[in-house]
């Protein structure tokens, strides 16, 4: 498969401050890829990286194999929201999907009228008057309807109660399985993005802490109960995400390829947020770099 | 992006058009009654010998439009720059919403080109109206009045304004892109504009050309006053001279001795206190002093016009060059 997002050794800067630093990724198409992070480790700014809103300080970046923003053409190919779905609040809906029509060679005016109905929005109202969710729904809308082969999504549901998030998370899969779009959105809510995502980027601190397959992520996390012992013994090919010790026992959240054999070990299967609890709960310079990292 | 553009500026246009067509209005209803007296007052006082009193009567008409116009004329262009200028990007940049505009399939240059395109020339246009309107109802005031070339009516006439609104546009413009801020990028638009403005007035424009600079034998025709000062009033003694060159702009006039200094008395005997004006003029004549005038001829003024319109307009590309390499390299 080919892959709609690349980056290599890519860095952003601002003043003296790594928003971002020596993150690689390879992230194949036809995936939804959650980006998970506390607030300020980066997250906006590896998006804003993707879309062409900024320009990389250190390394590169692709995107559907075009640095961005390339051109006009490339800005076609991508749809974007950014955070909290900013819209022109003194035109209406209707006057939206006229810009979008303008601007978007690719428009498709039949699916953003269909959209728009289908939410109940009133094609003469002003944006300004629209609800916060209603407001994400016409930015999304925007962004569908230019026919993109990537949707980038920033923090799309931060915003919106749990009712507009469960509607606006049904949508965005509906463009999905409809039009086979890939989808990077991120939260730094993980429950945001379980039930959506294949696909999971953990950035913590500027750097990206892991990356891969939900599934594999989930297969080659485990989280091990003991007899208190030192976590540094433990095999080479196990690595220690996460620990925690009460007098007696120790619980330990554990990054390996094969199985663990010692018997000394109650192991048990990981949740997602678990997992990613444990990366967002080290310290950020710990542990190694992640696996697909590449040294330069 | 052009229907964009114009659907956001749509408001403002509309505001500004209605002003416009205000003082239209009031200009058409006024100019003829304008001209009318004119013909019947000032055409028509040299054979009646009252010349002056029809002068300041007729240009005392209309005076709250006269006021009005050149509050309209001043303030104008920063308005411009105000509220056209500085929130065209730093309203997109408030409200995240230029991150809607540059992630659709048009590149940021186009989108900035468009937006500074359209609403520059409409600012160009919009002063250019006024202009034309404020000099077609003003002419029969011009004519008894001090010259297109005075520095309070020179900014109100002709083509200037064209240059001073695409100036102050640009300005708006660029502080906007700078400060983030619609508020504060409006008031270091007009701060900054007014500066230039004034700077450029006070400071440039008397200097685009070489000045004439007359020199010649005391005109007694041109002596305005005389009298004495200093010390007890008899150390010092002045001839002040306004010469009679009309629509000039003149930057100093003074009267020198044959040798070129500044005529600064003694009293010569036959002048002060205790004689009369035409005993102490004819001692004057006889003194051969000479005078040193230094001025712009009023037949300059469309040179001066061109030279000041093109020096803003130059600095507004150069501030619009600006804007276009910021957005494209910095602004996220």
Not at chain 2, 235 to 243: A, D, E, L, Q, R
Not at chain 2, 245 to 259: H, M, R
Not at chain 2, 309 to 331: E, H, K, N, S
């Amino acid at each position: 498969m080919t892959a709609v997002l690349k980056a290599q050794g890519l860095g952003k800067r601002y003043r003296r401050r790594w928003a971002l630093s020596d993150c690689t990724l390879d992230i194949p198409a036809g995936q939804v890829v959650g980006l998970v992070g506390p607030n300020g480790a980066g997250k906006t700014t590896l998006l804003h990286l993707a879309i062409g809103l900024l320009q990389p300080t250190t390394g590169q970046i692709e995107v559907l194999g075009d640095r961005p923003p390339a051109n006009p053409a490339q800005l076609a190919r991508v749809g974007f929201v950014a955070q909290n779905a900013p819209t022109y609040g003194g035109l209406t809906v209707a006057e939206h999907l006229r810009l979008g029509a303008h601007l978007n060679p690719g428009w498709d005016a039949v699916m953003a009228r269909d959209r728009i109905e289908r939410l109940g929005l009133e094609p003469r109202q002003r944006v300004g008057k629209l609800s916060v969710g209603q407001r994400a729904q016409l930015a999304l809308t925007l962004a569908i309807a230019k026919k993109p082969e990537l949707l980038i999504l920033d923090e799309p549901v931060a915003s919106l109660d749990p009712l507009a998030r469960r509607d606006f998370l049904q949508g965005l899969m509906e463009a999905v399985v409809d039009q086979g779009i890939s989808v990077v959105l991120s939260s730094h809510l993980v429950a945001d993005l379980e039930r959506v995502c294949d696909y999971l980027i953990v950035l913590v601190g500027s750097r990206v802490q892991i990356a891969g397959q939900v599934e594999h992520l989930l297969s080659t996390h485990h989280l091990l109960t003991g007899p208190r012992r030192d976590p540094a013994r433990l095999p080479e090919d196990q690595h220690v995400i996460s620990a925690s010790h009460t007098d007696r026992q120790t619980t330990l959240t554990v990054r390996t390829e094969g199985p663990i054999h010692d018997p000394a070990w109650t192991v048990s299967k990981i949740d997602l947020e678990d997992l990613v609890l444990a990366y967002m709960s080290r310290p950020a310079d710990a542990g190694r770099r992640p696996a697909l990292e590449v040294q330069r | 992006m052009i229907w964009l553009t114009w659907r956001q500026f749509r408001a403002q246009a509309v505001v500004a058009s209605g002003a416009l067509a205000l003082l239209a209005v009031a200009f058409a209803v006024t100019g003829p009654q304008l001209v009318h007296l004119y013909d019947t007052t000032v055409a028509t006082c040299r054979a009646q010998h009252n010349c002056s009193i029809a002068i300041n009567a007729f240009q005392g008409e209309d005076n709250f439009l006269q006021n009005l116009t050149r509050l309209v004329m001043v303030a104008g262009p920063a308005l411009i720059g105000m509220f056209w200028g500085a929130p065209l990007i730093a309203h997109e940049v408030e409200v995240g919403t230029h991150r809607l505009a540059w992630t659709q399939s048009v590149t940021r240059l186009r989108w900035l080109t468009v937006k500074l395109g359209l609403a520059g020339l409409a600012s160009m246009a919009a002063a250019g109206l006024l202009s034309l309107m404020v000099t077609w109802w003003s002419s029969p005031l011009d004519r008894v009045g001090a010259g297109w070339l005075a520095p309070s009516v020179f900014i109100d006439r002709g083509i200037v304004p064209v240059g001073y609104s695409a100036f102050a546009f640009a300005l708006g413009v660029t502080a906007g892109l700078l400060i983030h801020h619609t508020v504060p990028a409006m008031a270091v638009t007009l701060a900054v504009f007014a500066a230039v403005e004034t700077g450029f007035a006070l400071k440039v424009r008397f200097h685009l050309m070489p000045p004439v600079r007359l020199v010649s034998a005391l005109n007694m025709g041109w002596v305005t006053e005389t009298g004495t000062g200093g010390l007890a009033g008899h150390t010092s003694f002045f001839v002040g001279i306004t010469p009679n060159l009309p629509g000039a702009w003149i930057s100093t006039s003074e009267v020198t001795t044959a040798a070129g200094s500044t005529y600064l008395g003694p009293v010569p005997h036959g002048c002060g206190a205790n004689y009369t004006y035409s005993a102490c003029a004819a001692v004057i004549a006889r003194m051969h002093l000479r005078q040193v005038v230094v001025y712009q001829p009023a037949s300059r003024f469309w040179t001066f016009q061109w030279y000041e319109t093109a020096i803003y307009l130059a600095l507004a590309v150069v501030l619009a060059g600006f804007c276009v390499w910021w957005v494209r390299r910095r602004v996220s």
